[in-house]
T-cell receptor
Framework: EAQVTQNPRYLITVTGKKLTVTCSQNMNHEYMSWYRQDPGLGLRQIYYSMNVEVTDKGDVPEGYKVSRKEKRNFPLILESPSPNQTSLYFC??????????????FGPGTRLTVL | DAKTTQPNSMESNEEEPVHLPCNHSTISGTDYIHWYRQLPSQGPEYVIHGLTSNVNNRMASLAIAEDRKSSTLILHRATLRDAAVYYCILRRGGSNYKLTFGKGTLLTVNP
């Protein structure tokens, strides 16, 4: 089944404890992206990747890192999480980055709480 | 990306058609109109997209005004599983396939 998977689905952690949220897609998509969703603010893009070894900042990259060593994986890294990073995170992928009509596939989400 | 305007909420009865409007008066000639929906506790899901002509797929129909300044997502027979937030998004080709989500329309389907 074609899908985007994220792990963990739920995570409660404490301020400053490094964590990684994994994202994997099995559709051979070039483009991958991370969003966060907060009440009243909608979904906002954190980072994106056009292809392997090519990543760039989205609208709200502060406090996050990403890497794209393999086409299928795009982990989101929080080196020193803070309470304002408590949010619902979605990973997404698309066949190509430059096309304006390709649909984007989203993962099921990771609910992160930073105490 | 150009801005879209949608009603905050709409209500429908099960088995009846639903017309979800979207205004996008600043749309440019190369903007595609995309619709996504987000069911409770799930990630957004692609519904349909179009450029100029009306479009149909297994989930819905998309009616685009002749001047392209508005569009309507049509669910032909609403079911309880269609209760979700529906987002109308304009997508311009470029180097970052970012989707700019607004607040969307919360659709409630009554049994």
């Amino acid at each position: 089944e074609a899908q985007v998977t994220q792990n963990p689905r739920y995570l409660i952690t404490v301020t400053g404890k490094k964590l990684t949220v994994t994202c994997s897609q099995n559709m051979n998509h070039e483009y991958m992206s991370w969003y966060r969703q907060d009440p009243g603010l909608g979904l906002r893009q954190i980072y994106y990747s056009m292809n392997v070894e090519v990543t760039d900042k989205g609208d709200v990259p502060e406090g996050y890192k990403v890497s794209r060593k393999e086409k299928r994986n795009f982990p989101l890294i929080l080196e020193s999480p803070s309470p304002n990073q408590t949010s619902l995170y979605f990973c997404a992928s698309s066949l190509e980055a430059s096309s304006s009509y390709n649909e984007q596939f989203f993962g099921p989400g990771t609910r992160l709480t930073v105490l | 990306d150009a801005k879209t305007t949608q009603p905050n909420s709409m209500e429908s009865n099960e088995e009846e058609p639903v017309h979800l409007p979207c205004n996008h008066s600043t749309i440019s000639g190369t903007d595609y109109i995309h619709w996504y929906r987000q069911l409770p506790s799930q990630g957004p899901e692609y519904v349909i997209h179009g450029l100029t002509s009306n479009v149909n797929n297994r989930m819905a129909s998309l009616a685009i005004a002749e001047d392209r300044k508005s569009s309507t997502l049509i669910l032909h027979r609403a079911t309880l599983r269609d209760a979700a937030v529906y987002y109308c998004i304009l997508r311009r080709g470029g180097s970052n396939y970012k989707l700019t989500f607004g607040k969307g329309t919360l659709l409630t389907v009554n049994p």
